[in-house]
C-alpha cells in the first residue's frame, strides 16, 4: 500500500438479518483516501452511503447489521481484526465522526462543554483547567460566538448552525487524521451550510486531515471535493477526480444526478430532468446492473451481468457495460 494512503477498503459487503433472509445495503464495495484528501461520497438517498460510514469505525450494530467479508485497512492496520477496546482508542482519537443530525447526536441532559471534554479525556489525560482551555480553542476554531459562554449551554439552546459547530469542535478535540462527516449539512440552510464548507475546507487545510463527507448534494462536491465517487445500490459505481466528474460524467447514473441538478435550465424548459423510478429496496434489487430499470441506454446485457469495475486513465473507474 502507498505510504501516502491513509484508509483503504476492499471488497466490503454488509448484510442485514431479517426474519425473511439477508439483504445487503453494501456490495463489494472498494474506496482509498490520501492524507489530507478530501473525498465525496454521492447518491441518492437509500444507497448505502451512511451505513458505509459507520462501519468505517466501527459503529453499526451488530445485530441486525454484519459485516461478512472485506477489509477497512486505516493506517496499515485491518480495523476488522481488532477488538472493541482497540476500536474504541481509534476512534475519536485517529478517526473521528460527524453525524447527519447534532440535536440526536449530542446528549440533551449534558451541557457542550461536558460533551466536548468528555471527547478529550476518554484519550488524553490533563488536569481540568487545560481541558477548559482547550475546550475553549476548539469552539474557537470552528468559529463558535463567546465560546467561554457556550461551554454551560446545553445543545437545545443553540441553533441548528451552532449545534454542528459544536459537534465539529467535538470530533477535533484529538486532532484526528480522518474525518468521517455523514451529510453534515443536511439539516441547515443554505447560509449556514456555505458556512459549515467552508469551516470543514479551511480545517481540513490547516490540520492535514482527510475528510470522506458522505452527501447527496452535488452543489456541495463542487465546493469541496477533490475526488468522487458515485454509490448506487450498495456498490460504487463511479470514481474521479471532481473536475473530470463534472466535465464528462460517464456512468448514466452520474450524468441523471448531473442534469437533474438545477442550473443552467433554458427560459422555455417547464420542468426539471429527473430519474425516473426510485432506488431499489434491499429485497428486491434488479439481476445484473443494479440501474438496469432507470436506465435510457440499459442493453439486454445489462439485466443478466452485473458489470465489472472498468479502471481508465487519470485514476478513473466506471462500472457500466457501455465502456466494455
Not at 478517526?95 to 440526536?104: H, K, L, V, Y
Amino acid at each position: 500500500m502507498s505510504n501516502n494512503i491513509l484508509l483503504s477498503v476492499k471488497g466490503l459487503e454488509i448484510e442485514i438479518r431479517t426474519n425473511k433472509g439477508s439483504v445487503f445495503p453494501v456490495r463489494d464495495l472498494s474506496l482509498s483516501i490520501k492524507k489530507g484528501e478530501s473525498v465525496c461520497l454521492v447518491g441518492e438517498s437509500g444507497c448505502g452511503k451512511s451505513v458505509t460510514a459507520l462501519s468505517l469505525p466501527g459503529l453499526l450494530p451488530s445485530p441486525p447489521f454484519n459485516i461478512r467479508r472485506g477489509e477497512i485497512v486505516f493506517e496499515g492496520t485491518d480495523l476488522m481484526d481488532l477488538t472493541l477496546g482497540q476500536l474504541c482508542n481509534i476512534r475519536g482519537k485517529e478517526m473521528a465522526m460527524i453525524f447527519q443530525e447534532p440535536m440526536t447526536a449530542l446528549n440533551p441532559v449534558f451541557t457542550i462543554g461536558d460533551q466536548i471534554s468528555e471527547a478529550i479525556t476518554t484519550h488524553v489525560k490533563l488536569p481540568k483547567k487545560q481541558v477548559r482551555e482547550r475546550i475553549i480553542e476548539l469552539l474557537n476554531q470552528v468559529g463558535m460566538p463567546v465560546p467561554e459562554e457556550r461551554i454551560t449551554t446545553y445543545p437545545h439552546q443553540l441553533s441548528g448552525g451552532l449545534r454542528q459547530r459544536a459537534m465539529i469542535a467535538m470530533s477535533l478535540a484529538c486532532q484526528p487524521k480522518l474525518l468521517v462527516a455523514d451529510e453534515p449539512t443536511t439539516a441547515l440552510d443554505v447560509t449556514i451550510q456555505a458556512q459549515i464548507l467552508e469551516l470543514l475546507n479551511r480545517l481540513r487545510e490547516q490540520h492535514n486531515l482527510s475528510l470522506l463527507l458522505i452527501t447527496h448534494n452535488l452543489g456541495v462536491v463542487a465546493q469541496i471535493a477533490h475526488r468522487v465517487l458515485i454509490m448506487y445500490a450498495g456498490k460504487i459505481v463511479e470514481e474521479a477526480l471532481v473536475h473530470d466528474l463534472f466535465d464528462n460524467p460517464l456512468h448514466p447514473y452520474t450524468q441523471g444526478l448531473l442534469d437533474s441538478v438545477p442550473y443552467g435550465i433554458p427560459a422555455d424548459a417547464k420542468r426539471l430532468t429527473s430519474i425516473p423510478g426510485n432506488v431499489p429496496a434491499l429485497d428486491s434489487i434488479p439481476s445484473g446492473c443494479a440501474f438496469q430499470d432507470r436506465c435510457p441506454k440499459a442493453m439486454d446485457i445489462c439485466r443478466k451481468i452485473e458489470p465489472e469495475d472498468l479502471r481508465l486513465e487519470n485514476n478513473r473507474r466506471v462500472s457500466c457495460h457501455l465502456f466494455r
